[in-house]
RNA sequence: GCACAGGUGGCCGAGCGGUUAAUGGCAGCAGACUGUAAAUCUGCCGCUCCUUGGAGCUACGGAGGUUCGAAUCCUCCCCUGUGCA
């Protein structure tokens, strides 16, 4: 799924996403909250309409910027208080009030309120920030099922109504995590994610995670790891049984030069692509690499061009979709 | 021709007697990026040599000079900009 934080993937326009076949993207609780308001998108009939994207749309609940922005909050059991990053002001942040904001946003999938727990954390702290995660993951639950029908798109939503995700947390510790995904499941949820995962820990800790917690949750619901990752790490995540992930890799790296090609990566910034007229991946059928040159990707890049942007993150994307239509095509085999 | 103001490392531009191979910025080279405070951040960036650390050399228009010590002070010369003729 890429990510749109902002109510767009950032540099591609949604007409280009829909042709790479990309049927799901994210958007953001938090950031379209402050901007340009929840209220304001829900006046504008939802958060599909707005950014005229027909497919699905998946809110993170802002829990993750409980994480990321660590330095301007501050978190009680009641919730959280942030200082905006845009101008300093201060919001309240509660399960309830992110449940508020995505069903006015209106996306298919909403996720519950929680806390990304920080890595390293020592056990003390993981068992505490998923007494918060729990807590708030019950309370997510009751206010979305009783307001979620208050405001309902459901053109946009293909004749639906929302949906509510829970997320696994627990730190590095299996039990911890046993528990929480046993738990989730017994509040029944409508699909299942694993949070708190490439925070900073080994790889070979983000795997046992997950294999720790997949085969807990329903095989005939969703389930979701936030927030990876790699190319090889999400065909192994897929191949264990991941329906879903999200990752800003691909479009952030692409911003900043990196390619992710069947050949590796190709930061597209050196001095040996100036005059390589090879395209960007021999391998690849996207546009971009149908079309332009390393060379001229190179250049781009090196004269500050916009287009850059969007050319690196129309061909990471591509990339990224192409594994997992690969794996998705690999596993239906089996069966 | 006269009067001011200037000439600093690829470029712009600080420094105005020692802690200065010389602040910054740009350009250049390389690296990072995992539910996006990210078109961002980090490192290198005169030359040569050895292992980190260092050693040597060459540098602030040119040539002299003052001084223990000069990009910084003095003299002359060259060049640039602006103003007046």
Same mark, same amino acid.
């Given at each position: 799924?890429?990510?749109?934080?902002?109510?767009?993937?950032?540099?591609?326009?949604?007409?280009?996403?829909?042709?790479?076949?990309?049927?799901?993207?994210?958007?953001?609780?938090?950031?379209?909250?402050?901007?340009?308001?929840?209220?304001?998108?829900?006046?504008?009939?939802?958060?599909?309409?707005?950014?005229?994207?027909?497919?699905?749309?998946? *809110?993170?609940?802002?829990?993750?910027?409980?994480?990321?922005?660590?330095?301007?909050?501050?978190?009680?059991?009641?919730?959280?208080?942030?200082?905006?990053?845009?101008?300093?002001?201060?919001?309240?942040?509660?399960?309830?009030?992110?449940?508020?904001?995505?069903?006015?946003?209106?996306?298919?999938?909403?996720?519950?309120?929680?806390?990304?727990?920080?890595?390293p954390a020592d056990r003390t702290r993981a068992e505490?920030?998923?007494?918060? *995660?729990?807590?708030?993951?019950?309370?997510?639950?009751?206010?979305?099922?009783?307001?979620?029908?208050?405001?309902?798109?459901?053109?946009?939503?293909?004749?639906?109504?929302?949906?509510?995700?829970?997320?696994?947390?627990?730190g590095? =510790?299996?039990?911890?995590?046993?528990?929480?995904?046993?738990?989730?499941?017994?509040?029944?949820?409508?699909?299942?994610?694993?949070?708190?995962?490439?925070?900073?820990?080994?790889?070979?800790?983000?795997?046992?995670?997950?294999?720790?917690?997949?085969?807990?949750?329903?095989?005939?619901?969703?389930?979701?790891?936030?927030?990876?990752?790699?190319?090889?790490?999400?065909?192994?995540?897929?191949?264990?049984?991941?329906?879903?992930?999200?990752?800003?890799?691909? *479009?952030?790296?692409?911003?900043?030069?990196?390619?992710?090609?069947?050949?590796?990566?190709?930061?597209?910034? #050196?001095?040996?692509?100036?005059?390589?007229?090879?395209?960007?991946?021999?391998?690849?059928?996207?546009?971009?690499?149908?079309?332009?040159?390393?060379? =001229?990707?190179?250049?781009?890049?090196?004269?500050?061009?916009?287009?850059?942007? *969007?050319? #690196?993150?129309?061909?990471?994307?591509?990339? =990224?979709?192409?594994?997992?239509?690969?794996?998705?095509?690999?596993?239906?085999?089996?069966?």
């Amino acid at each position: 799924m890429p990510v749109g934080t902002a109510g767009t993937v950032k540099a591609v326009p949604q007409e280009t996403l829909e042709s790479l076949g990309a049927e799901i993207i994210l958007g953001n609780t938090y950031h379209l909250y402050l901007r340009p308001g929840h209220e304001a998108i829900r006046r504008m009939g939802g958060l599909h309409r707005f950014i005229s994207w027909p497919r699905a749309m998946l *809110t993170d609940s802002g829990g993750f910027q409980v994480f990321s922005l660590s330095q301007l909050r501050k978190v009680t059991d009641e919730g959280v208080r942030f200082r905006s990053h845009l101008d300093g002001s201060s919001h309240f942040f509660t399960p309830e009030h992110s449940m508020d904001v995505q069903i006015a946003l209106g996306a298919d999938i909403a996720m519950a309120f929680d806390e990304c727990t920080e890595y390293p954390a020592d056990r003390t702290r993981a068992e505490e920030s998923l007494r918060l *995660t729990m807590a708030w993951a019950r309370r997510s639950l009751d206010h979305f099922r009783s307001h979620r029908d208050e405001v309902v798109w459901r053109d946009e939503l293909g004749g639906q109504t929302q949906n509510l995700f829970g997320i696994v947390q627990g730190g590095m =510790y299996a039990d911890l995590r046993r528990q929480c995904a046993e738990r989730l499941v017994e509040m029944d949820f409508d699909g299942y994610a694993i949070g708190g995962l490439s925070v900073g820990e080994p790889r070979e800790m983000t795997l046992e995670m997950i294999a720790e917690v997949l085969p807990l949750l329903p095989r005939d619901k969703p389930r979701y790891v936030m927030g990876v990752g790699y190319p090889d790490e999400i065909e192994r995540y897929a191949k264990l049984g991941v329906d879903m992930m999200d990752c800003v890799l691909p *479009t952030r790296a692409a911003r900043h030069g990196l390619l992710f090609t069947s050949e590796g990566r190709v930061n597209i910034k #050196n001095k040996k692509y100036a005059e390589d007229q090879n395209p960007p991946d021999p391998a690849c059928a996207c546009p971009v690499c149908q079309r332009y040159s390393r060379a =001229y990707l190179r250049h781009l890049m090196q004269a500050g061009e916009a287009l850059s942007g *969007t050319l #690196n993150t129309i061909h990471n994307l591509a990339f =990224y979709l192409g594994i997992m239509e690969r794996v998705r095509g690999e596993l239906a085999g089996q069966e």
